[in-house]
């Protein structure tokens, strides 16, 4: 693919250098600096309300930055119009709520961005939807409405939805918190074989085991500011600082 | 919420009644029947007493021209019922999009247009529609006289349903929708419009309703609506009572057919987005 060109492979994917954030009077994003490199897997996590998900929805800008710089392989985010179009549509965006259009079926929401962004023809367009859906392991589902799937299976038919445009790096906000718990896990293994596939991922997540086997680097967010960052063997043994190693402490046990 | 369609708004409201409140209920029941019952008594006995069931009341019901006389006219009704319909939901249509557009000057110019047409009474503008073109030298037809102003009247209200379909979309979708790059117009047309008008044909249909209604005060500009050529046979029979009676009962069946025609509308689109 293009983007696999040489010279390119220096320039992190996703660049988000001092970013800053208010809604109101709250401070959701302090000086946030984070660099993305062509395949890696960063995990953030954090307490709730510490600005990931925020984080995350900036990088396609589902929300707006007050100041800072976002840098999608070396060139600025574009602030609307056709080319932030483009640019979203090289990101993938993977949702806590699915978000797959209820009215349509599973495949139709497969082929939907393919067909009207990137001007593919029908058969075109199904034939790779459905092998996708297959990837993911829902192909028997193609032609179901949203309504009619189980959580995880919409998340799924979601994940193939972003990769049906190829895109040069996948956001994950949150995708398996609106889960029932025996779901969680076959949303969890597209995820880990992406990842193996070499797909740059940023994720948002509460699953730590996740974070630990997968991610190259974990971010630890808190009140709007990385606090720490490293591989996820060394953070989660040895968290450097105490608001991690807090975090840590409360969601261990049991 | 899976089972939205076979869940009443009763059930949904109102735990299920227990024994006591079974009998109450039928007690209640009971009461209510005799009550109508009675005053159906009541009606019919001042009707006698009046002398309005007088043969010669009633008797022109049997000839065919009186049928087909108001049948000509329920066309009229339906004509200008249609037409008007079809052109307010264009129009309301694209009020709501002007209004959402974005853009400061035509949103505000919609916005003003939708509240004028929603808050001057039909009558008031088909009035408009009798003097204002004849005084400009235009001579529009009786149809175009009385459908314009009801159609407009109803673009108001149509304009803000729309709006409030627009509004029950998640916003999830639109993010889903313009993360993977379709931009604003797309994503209204394929993703927020189709679903808001899945929520809102039930009040589209009831609000054509509203419509067949305003077409009543046809006789403001002698269209040959059912309501005009009605009073046509009031006239020449001088039966003011029985004819009135018998158009409400059209009236009514029309109505009730548009509503029973929403709530299958509604049950056989709505399904397909319940969440």
């Not at chain 2, 509004?167 to 993010?175: L, T």
């Not at chain 2, 117009?185 to 054509?208: C, H």
């Amino acid at each position: 693919m293009s983007q696999e060109h040489a010279g390119e492979k220096n320039v992190p994917v996703i660049e988000l250098r001092h970013v800053d954030k208010h809604y109101g009077d709250l401070h959701v994003l302090r000086d946030v600096s984070l660099s993305v490199a062509r395949g890696e897997v960063v995990v953030i996590i954090g307490p709730s309300g510490s600005g990931k998900s925020t984080l995350c929805r900036t990088i396609n800008r589902l929300e707006t930055i007050d100041s800072g710089e976002i840098l999608i392989e070396g060139e600025p985010l574009p602030q609307e119009g056709r080319e932030l179009a483009r640019m979203r549509s090289e990101l993938g965006m993977v949702f806590q709520q699915f978000n797959l259009f209820a009215h349509m079926s599973v495949l139709d929401n497969v082929t939907l961005g393919p067909r009207e962004v990137l001007g593919q023809q029908k058969e075109e367009a199904e034939r790779y939807a459905l092998e996708l859906l297959g990837r993911v392991g829902v192909a028997e589902q193609a032609h179901k409405v949203p309504a009619q799937l189980s959580g995880g299976q919409q998340q799924r038919a979601a994940i193939a939805r972003s990769l049906a445009m190829r895109p040069k790096a996948m956001l994950f906000d949150e995708p398996t918190s609106a889960l029932d718990p025996e779901m969680i896990n076959e949303v969890l293994d597209v995820m880990v074989e992406l990842a193996r596939g070499g797909m740059t991922m940023i994720v948002v997540t509460h699953e730590m085991g996740f974070a630990r086997r997968v991610a190259d680097r974990v971010v630890f967010m808190a009140d709007g500011q990385i606090v720490e960052e490293g591989v996820p063997d060394a953070f989660f043994d040895h968290p450097k600082s105490q608001r991690a190693r807090d975090f840590l402490d409360s969601i261990k046990g049991h | 919420m899976s089972s939205t369609r076979t869940l009443s708004m009763r059930d949904a409201l109102y735990e299920a009644p227990g024994p006591r409140t079974r009998r109450r209920v039928r007690i209640g029941t009971a009461i209510s029947a005799v009550v109508v019952l009675l005053a159906i008594a009541a009606v019919v006995r001042q009707f006698w007493v009046t002398g309005q069931l007088a043969p010669r009341y009633w008797s022109f019901f049997l000839q065919w021209t009186t049928w087909r006389f108001l049948g000509q006219g329920l066309l009229g009704t339906v004509a200008v019922a249609l037409t008007a319909g079809a052109i307010a939901l264009v129009l309301g249509l694209l009020l709501m999009l002007g209004r959402t557009s974005g853009v400061r000057p035509l949103a505000a110019l919609c916005r003003v247009v939708t509240d004028f047409f929603r808050g001057v009474p039909s009558l008031l503008l088909i009035y408009f529609f009798f003097f204002v073109p004849a005084q400009l030298g235009l001579k529009l037809p009786a149809f175009w006289m009385l459908t314009l102003p009801v159609a407009l009247a109803a673009s108001g209200v149509l304009a803000e349903v729309f709006r409030a379909g627009v509004n029950a979309v998640p916003r999830g979708q639109v993010e889903a929708a313009l993360s993977i790059g379709l931009n604003r117009g797309k994503t209204m047309r394929k993703i927020v419009l189709p679903q808001a008008v899945r929520y809102v044909i039930p009040s589209l249909i009831a609000q054509l309703v509203v419509v067949v209604k305003d077409t009543t005060v046809a006789y403001v500009v002698s269209y040959p609506d059912l309501m005009q050529n009605a009073r046509v046979l009031i006239t020449s029979y001088d039966a003011l009572v029985s004819l009135y009676l018998v158009i409400a009962v059209i009236y009514i069946l029309i109505n009730y057919a548009i509503n029973k025609a929403s709530v299958y509308v509604a049950n056989k689109t709505g399904v397909r987005i319940v969440r």
